[in-house]
């Protein structure tokens, strides 16, 4: 019989499984667009940390003669604030241990840590699309994406970053699952494409730009996307699990727990990183309803 007053209803004693069913999961990968210089720092909810960035240095001729009096230099300030906080709570009602084989509550904390980094991944794609100082395409116009010009795109969205200086190592870019169909089938684009559980796209490299795949993109108007690229100059994140805390509910037969990650993130460099605004050409054919 189930067990009674329960959540997990279709546990039953006399049949328990080694196995719970794996989820379906997106691929993380919002985390691979920051540094985390900063981390160390922070502590609680609310914490400021205040970054100092140097101005640039004038370079002068010398003629033999007395140099110049030496230069104050300039500095601007910038502040990422903690601002973000995220909890999970959860119960695992009591069940006769002696005939359970299954870890409910090692799983439920797996399952509560996959949620929260997935709101995570979102909420910095978002900061990232919003705050970035390169754009290629616009929210009102966003750039159609077919066979034919997907390769192209992202060359160009490449050479926008080489005029602002964005150095080429480490540049990455976060593409919809339709995106890299579309380059499969140019022959200039590598044929032995493999994406991994953390989303890079393995052996494939467009624009200088290292591939990565991803379904927590920001989402426009009009079945348009926010695709960030650039390197992870552009924005730091800073993350603390200030609390996490097993306990038994005082009006309740379970075990629980309950837990707290604050966040920030900001964009420091605005020109390490493109906002590249896209839409399929023809939605149908790559499986988007363009809504």
């Given at each position: 019989?189930?067990?009674?007053?329960?959540?997990f209803?279709?546990f039953?004693?006399?049949i328990w499984?080694?196995?719970?069913?794996?989820?379906?999961?997106?691929?993380?990968v919002?985390?691979?667009?920051?540094?985390?210089?900063?981390?160390?720092?922070?502590?609680?909810?609310?914490?400021?940390?205040?970054?100092n960035?140097?101005g640039n240095i004038?370079i002068?001729?010398?003629?033999?003669?007395?140099?110049?009096?030496?230069?104050?230099?300039?500095?601007?300030?910038?502040?990422?604030v903690i601002?973000?906080a995220?909890?999970?709570?959860?119960?695992?009602?009591d069940?006769?241990?002696?005939?359970s084989?299954?870890?409910?509550?090692?799983?439920s904390?797996k399952?509560?840590?996959?949620?929260l980094?997935?709101?995570?991944?979102?909420?910095?794609f978002?900061v990232?699309s919003?705050?970035?100082?390169?754009k290629?395409?616009?929210?009102s116009n966003?750039?159609e994406?077919?066979?034919?010009?997907?390769y192209?795109?992202?060359?160009?969205?490449?050479?926008l970053l080489?005029?602002?200086?964005v150095?080429?190592?480490?540049?990455?870019?976060a593409?919809p699952?339709?995106f890299?169909?579309?380059?499969?089938?140019?022959?200039?684009f590598?044929?032995d494409m493999?994406?991994?559980?953390?989303?890079?796209v393995e052996?494939?490299?467009?624009?200088?730009?290292?591939?990565?795949?991803s379904?927590?993109?920001?989402?426009?108007?009009?079945?348009?996307l926010?695709?960030?690229a650039?390197?992870?100059d552009?924005?730091?994140?800073?993350?603390?699990?200030?609390?996490t805390?097993?306990y038994?509910?005082?009006?309740n037969?379970?075990d629980?727990?309950?837990?707290?990650?604050?966040?920030?993130?900001?964009?420091?460099?605005?020109?390490a990183l493109a906002d590249?605004?896209?839409?399929?050409?023809?939605p149908?054919?790559?499986g988007?309803?363009?809504?």
């Open positions: 019989m189930a067990l009674p007053n329960s959540k209803k279709n039953i004693p006399t499984s080694a196995r719970l069913l794996n989820n379906l999961d997106k691929s993380l919002a985390l691979q667009f920051v540094n985390r210089d900063y981390e160390g720092e922070i502590q609680s909810y609310g914490d400021t940390v205040k970054i960035q140097l004038t002068k001729d010398y003629d033999g003669s007395d140099i110049d009096d030496p230069e104050e230099i300039d500095s601007t300030q910038q502040s990422l601002d973000q995220k909890y999970f709570n959860f119960a695992v009602k069940v006769d241990k002696a005939q084989n299954v870890n409910l509550l090692d799983g904390m399952r509560a840590a996959y949620n980094a997935d709101v995570i991944d979102q909420d910095v978002n990232a919003t705050g970035a100082g390169v290629q395409g616009s929210a966003p750039i994406i077919d066979v034919k010009n997907a192209d795109t992202l060359v160009d969205l490449g050479v080489d005029e602002k200086n150095p080429s190592g480490g540049r990455k870019i593409l699952p339709w890299l169909g579309l380059l499969a089938k140019d022959p200039r590598t044929k493999k994406v991994l559980a953390n989303g890079v052996g494939a490299n467009v624009g200088r730009f290292n591939l990565l795949q379904n927590n993109l920001k989402k426009g108007t009009g079945g348009a926010h695709v960030p650039g390197t992870t552009g924005l730091t994140f800073a993350n603390q699990i200030v609390e805390e097993a038994r509910p005082e009006k037969f379970s629980a727990v309950k837990g707290l990650s604050v966040w920030g993130r900001k964009v420091i460099q605005k020109d590249f605004i896209i839409k399929p050409k023809d149908e054919a790559v988007e309803t363009g809504s």
